[in-house]
């Protein structure tokens, strides 16, 4: 062991494992470490360090439960989706995108979701009722809008169409403003957002339905465009909401 | 929770059948990814966030978002390297929000030293059995989820996942140098750690 030498730091000898020295620096330093025990032995426990490693599993399977959670949770946003104008074109699946506001208006968005959808129910129901005389019993939930069907859908009012791929078009851009503003909210208000924005998904969806069953009835038409406008407002805030955190 | 195997290997064809039926809406496709990705996606939540319950999170977020962008996935790179990069911005951007939400916590505190904070808020046991119980790997793991989140981060990404210094820099937006002096001390500490 020479001890009149300078012994290189630990990051020159991680440097010399990586291989990131140059040639002329790692014969110096090679040089060194077969005189020096201490260097030796600490380049020697990093190099085993990194072996041990690549024994460690590189996979680890999560709790027995964890896709039926993750199914619940794609199923419901596969319920929801609406293709926007430039996904209808391509035939592709759009998801219903980023969810999030936060504070207290995540709580009075979430509320006025919840009225939105049973508004929406009611007025539905009602305008139903009055078209064929008897109140139209309805599923749970609506039913589910095939991907790439709804743009191009023949039984919506042709007028209303063109409003709607402008509708999506814009809500679009807007959740993907959103979407670049993900790190600026908590999981806890996206989590509420997300809820929110389901709900306001499910009332399109429902009115939608109704609509393309009754595409003459003017009420539907306004309602979808409230809902729609609803959707916007939701996705306006809550990008508001991102760049002022 | 059980250490498996990686994953099988799977062809491309089968990928891209896969791929196109959960494009289409089939959550049944879709499992089948999930299934074959979840071991390696959710290892690397694990030992990004050291600890059990963000890393279920993160990783339920990793396949929803996949779920999302599945149109995006053009086939153009293996569908795990793809599943990979959106599970390690996942941890990320979980990562920059709960350093933010922390500061607030310690402004609110008057607390000055987050740091030590982070490193004694730092779990025991992460969640990860092993079957062959060696105490090298499990101690090492332990030494791991133990380490300051930064160089944890940088630690995990190039010496057990095998990125290079440039792509974690693209990551996370640090400097290389700042990566390197980053993963020297993750070293540094977990030698010191496992020669105890």
Redesign the interface.
């Known amino acids: 062991m020479n001890e009149n030498r300078e012994h290189p730091d630990?990051?020159v000898l991680?440097?010399l494992v990586d291989g990131y020295l140059s040639r002329q620096d790692a014969a110096v330093i090679s040089e060194h470490l077969s005189a020096c025990d201490s260097c030796a032995e600490?380049y020697k426990?990093?190099a085993g360090?990194?072996s041990?490693?690549n024994?460690?599993?590189?996979?680890?399977?999560?709790?027995d439960d964890?896709?039926v959670?993750?199914?619940k949770?794609?199923?419901e946003?596969?319920e929801v989706?609406l293709p926007t104008s430039s996904?209808a074109a391509?035939g592709?699946?759009?998801?219903?995108?980023v969810r999030r506001v936060s504070g207290r208006m995540v709580a009075l968005l979430a509320v006025a979701a919840v009225v939105l959808i049973a508004l929406s129910s009611g007025i539905t129901a009602l305008v139903l009722r009055n078209r064929t005389g008897s109140l139209l019993v309805r599923g749970d939930r609506p039913t589910a809008v095939?991907?790439g069907s709804v743009a191009s859908s023949p039984v919506l009012p042709a007028g209303f169409r063109q409003t709607e791929n402008e509708l999506n078009r814009t809500i679009e851009e807007l959740q993907l403003a959103v979407d670049t503003q993900?790190?600026?909210?908590?999981?806890e208000t996206i989590r509420t957002v997300d809820r929110s924005l389901a709900v306001v998904d499910s009332a399109i969806a429902e009115a939608r339905a109704a609509l393309t069953a009754d595409p003459n009835n003017q009420m539907l038409v306004d309602l979808l465009s409230a809902s729609y406008q609803r959707k916007l407002d939701l996705l306006r805030r809550t990008s508001e909401l991102g760049s002022r955190t | 929770m059980t250490a498996v195997p990686p994953a099988n290997g799977s062809s491309d064809r089968d990928d891209a059948r896969l791929i196109d039926r959960a494009k289409a809406g089939d959550v049944d496709a879709f499992e089948h990814v999930y299934r074959r990705e979840v071991g390696r996606v959710y290892a690397l939540c694990l030992r990004l966030t050291a600890d059990a319950v963000r890393a279920r999170e993160v990783t339920q977020s990793v396949f929803i978002r996949a779920w999302d962008r599945l149109e995006s996935f053009r086939g153009d790179s293996q569908l795990s390297s793809w599943l990979h990069r959106i599970a390690v911005n996942e941890v990320l951007v979980e990562a920059r929000t709960d350093r933010r939400r922390r500061a607030r916590v310690v402004l609110a505190n008057d607390r000055s030293d987050e740091e030590a904070g982070a490193l004694s808020d730092a779990p025991n046991e992460i969640g990860i059995t092993l079957p062959e119980d060696t105490d090298t790997r499990i101690d090492l793991e332990r030494a791991i989820s133990a380490l300051p989140p930064g160089a944890r981060t940088v630690f995990v990404l190039h010496d057990i996942e095998g990125y290079r210094h440039e792509e974690i820099s693209r990551m996370t937006g640090s400097a290389e140098g700042t990566l390197r002096a980053q993963l020297h001390r993750a070293r540094q500490l977990l030698v010191e750690a496992l020669s105890r």
């Open positions: 630990f990051a991680s440097d600490t426990s990093i360090l990194l041990s490693v024994s460690l599993p590189g996979s680890v399977l999560p709790p964890f896709w959670d993750l199914r949770s794609l199923d946003r596969k989706v996904s391509s592709s699946v759009r998801s219903t995108g095939k991907p993900r790190d600026q909210l908590s999981p």
